[in-house]
């Protein structure tokens, strides 16, 4: 069944991405009327986060923001399909990078990097990094249940030279490379709520009380990494710019969740100036009601160990 599904779509997929860009924004346009006025997949959910992380901004001003999301969100839909054939050249071409030398300047050093960032504009297309960043470059996904999807879309991520690891075993492979001293900067999305079961520390984003991810800075400071936040801007439609702001060269020397603030500040910032590129369709809010739920299964978790 599952080489079935494979053998009915993916030809279809691979047809599509060897379309010119003008003409997946056509289809992106049907997608987004069938989407946001007929469908209006997770549209609630949209509109509830921006209720939640703009309470200061009007309705009109909300709803601006959230057509403007779905518009962006098939675009980003149609670019992920792209990306099965695009080419050095022209994927270099949409997606520039506006200071590579941060981090080659870092890797020159024989420093080794975090390089933390959120669900963003276009992050499918930092599949391109190895393209301007010196040294290897590992990357980080989720397995799927059908294998040849998988085995595809796998090679499809690496095909410009990022490593992959398994999710699940992101923390061994970085421990291998430790131990036998091989440089690497470690692509990290941070952004989407952890699980209540595995969050170690709480934070305001956007002025609510979350549970935030603290995995990043917990394996910088292990494996002594740089700390460096990606952002991509969107410059006109189908175009954008990547720039790599520096959060901490010496991560042993922040004390408590400090890197973990700095990250989430930038991101708030970086969100505010073009908010409709922010993936609002994640409910990253989920957990703001549910601190005293978590203390209560910190304590009952403790009493267990005892």
Request: proline share 3%.
């Amino acid at each position: 069944m599952h080489f079935l599904v494979f053998a009915l779509t993916y030809p279809l997929i691979w047809l599509l991405s060897k379309l010119p860009m003008r003409f997946l924004y056509v289809i992106s346009d049907g997608f987004f009327f069938l989407n946001y006025y007929v469908f209006k997949y997770r549209k609630k959910v949209v509109l509830d986060n921006l209720n939640l992380a703009f309470p200061e901004k009007s309705n009109e001003e909300k709803n601006a923001i959230a057509k403007g999301f779905f518009k962006h969100f098939t675009d980003l839909f149609m670019e992920s399909i792209k990306a099965f054939s695009i080419s050095e050249k022209e994927v270099l071409k949409h997606y520039k990078y506006k200071n590579p030398e941060v981090i080659n300047n870092l890797v020159k050093e024989g420093k080794s990097i975090a390089l933390v960032g959120a669900h963003q504009a276009n992050w499918e297309w930092s599949f391109s990094l190895p393209l301007v960043l010196q040294g290897n470059i590992y990357g980080a996904y989720t397995k799927l249940g059908n294998k040849y999807f998988e085995k595809t879309l796998r090679s499809s991520r690496e095909k410009f030279g990022i490593l992959g690891f398994k999710t699940s075993e992101t923390v061994k492979g970085m421990q291998k490379n430790f131990n036998k001293k091989i440089q690497g900067s470690y692509i990290l999305l941070s952004d989407q709520s952890p699980q209540l079961t595995k969050t170690h520390y709480w934070n305001t984003f956007f002025g609510i009380n979350v549970p935030i991810h603290t995995g990043a800075e917990m394996l910088a400071k292990k494996f002594d990494l740089v700390v460096v936040n990606y952002v991509a801007k969107k410059v006109k439609r189908g175009y954008y710019e990547t720039e790599f702001q520096l959060i901490t060269e010496e991560p042993k020397l922040h004390e408590g969740y400090e890197i973990t603030d700095k990250y989430l500040a930038l991101t708030e910032k970086n969100i505010n100036k073009q908010p409709e590129l922010y993936l609002w369709s994640h409910k990253r809010f989920k957990h703001r009601d549910k601190i005293e739920e978590w203390k209560e299964m910190r304590v009952a978790k403790q009493k267990t160990k005892k």
